[in-house]
């Protein structure tokens, strides 16, 4: 996962100059994506426009550590990440988790 948020940042970056975005963990694109983790996980996604949040709670779960810990092993995967420096402190000084 961690090597798809750094090739999604770079893609980002490589857009446009004018381009401004958000990379979200824990959103389903469509619903047969939304429908599989609920099957999987037994979670009810919400949907918000178009979008299906199912959170990273389950991921922590099955990993066995708190939703704490999954959030600093995203960080420090993105942190030895193969992506240029300066990219990198933008994408992480703007990392955040919120609760849904």
Do not use: H, W
């Amino acid at each position: 996962m961690i090597q798809k948020l750094a090739t999604t940042a770079c893609a980002m970056a490589n857009s446009s100059l004018s381009y401004t975005g958000q990379i979200l963990v824990g959103v389903c694109d469509n619903s047969s994506d939304a429908q599989r983790v609920k099957e999987l996980d037994n979670i009810e996604p919400r949907e918000v426009a178009g979008k299906f949040i199912v959170g990273v709670a389950r991921e922590a779960a099955s990993l066995n550590i708190s939703l704490e810990r999954y959030f600093q092993t995203i960080r420090d995967g993105l942190l030895n990440a193969t992506i240029s420096e300066k990219l990198k402190q933008s994408v992480l000084s703007e990392l955040r988790m919120v609760n849904y």
